[in-house]
């Protein structure tokens, strides 16, 4: 298995610029995370699947967010327009049966908003 | 208070030595714990989860649960120059599929 595969690596993008961010989960992961990571807030959850459907959205910052997951291999987040205060790196993640088994995280996307 | 707690700042240890690393979490019904190992520029990866109190043996990792006092530590014997890297706890609440992490602790380990 190639593991939770992501795109693209690194993005540099102009503020006000949308950025779309792609994630593909591990065949027959029915769960599916988006995470961001700074050095001053950590890893926070954004938003989660189960199904390809979400489940919980709490954590996504404010309506220029937005994700989804049109079926089971992709995921898309995208936020419109991007703010130099959105970069840090971001990650998805997936688990099969719920988060008691753990994730498998993907290599991320090193986003810089100038 | 932060769901999960990670405060120990970098933790220096000699090669050969034991690395203790501390956790506590807020929310008495959480069910599973784990702990990730991120090296610089990369992705968590799992190296333990652990789900009943007392202790859990993985090679030289070794995760400790106390459920009452809700925390949940990890020891690595014979630490390499291999294992300097930043440790996340992360905790899975009752009735959720979702992880809440630390923050994370780095650990260097001098040869």
């Known amino acids: 298995d190639a593991g939770v595969i992501q795109s693209p690596r690194h993005e540099v993008t102009e503020m006000g610029q949308e950025v779309t961010l792609r994630c593909k989960p591990i065949?027959?992961?029915?769960?599916l995370f988006w995470y961001r990571q700074t050095m001053m807030r950590g890893l926070e959850l954004l938003i989660y699947?189960?199904?390809?459907?979400?489940?919980?959205d709490s954590g996504m910052p404010e309506d220029r967010f937005s994700a989804k997951m049109p079926n089971a291999s992709f995921s898309t987040l995208k936020i419109q327009p991007s703010e130099p205060r959105d970069s840090a790196v971001y990650f998805c993640?997936?688990?099969?049966?719920?988060?008691?088994?753990?994730?498998?995280f993907g290599s991320g996307t090193r986003l810089t908003v100038v | 208070q932060k769901e999960v707690e990670q405060n120990s700042g970098p933790l220096s240890v000699p090669e050969g030595a034991i690395a203790s690393l501390n956790c506590t979490y807020s929310d008495r019904g959480s069910q599973s714990f784990f702990w990730y190992r991120q090296y610089s520029g990369k992705s968590p990866e799992l190296i333990m989860f652990?789900?009943?109190?007392g202790d859990k043996e993985d090679g030289r990792f070794t995760a400790q649960l106390n459920k009452a006092s809700q925390y949940v530590s990890l020891l690595i014997r014979d630490s390499q120059p291999s294992d300097s890297a930043t440790y996340l706890c992360a905790v899975n609440g009752r009735g959720n599929n979702r992880l809440a992490f630390g923050k994370g602790n780095q650990v260097v380990v001098i040869p």
């Open positions: 065949s027959g992961h029915d769960y």
């Open positions: 699947f189960n199904n390809n459907v979400p489940i919980d």
């Open positions: 652990i789900y009943s109190n």
């Open positions: 993640a997936s688990t099969r049966l719920g988060s008691n088994y753990g994730y498998t």
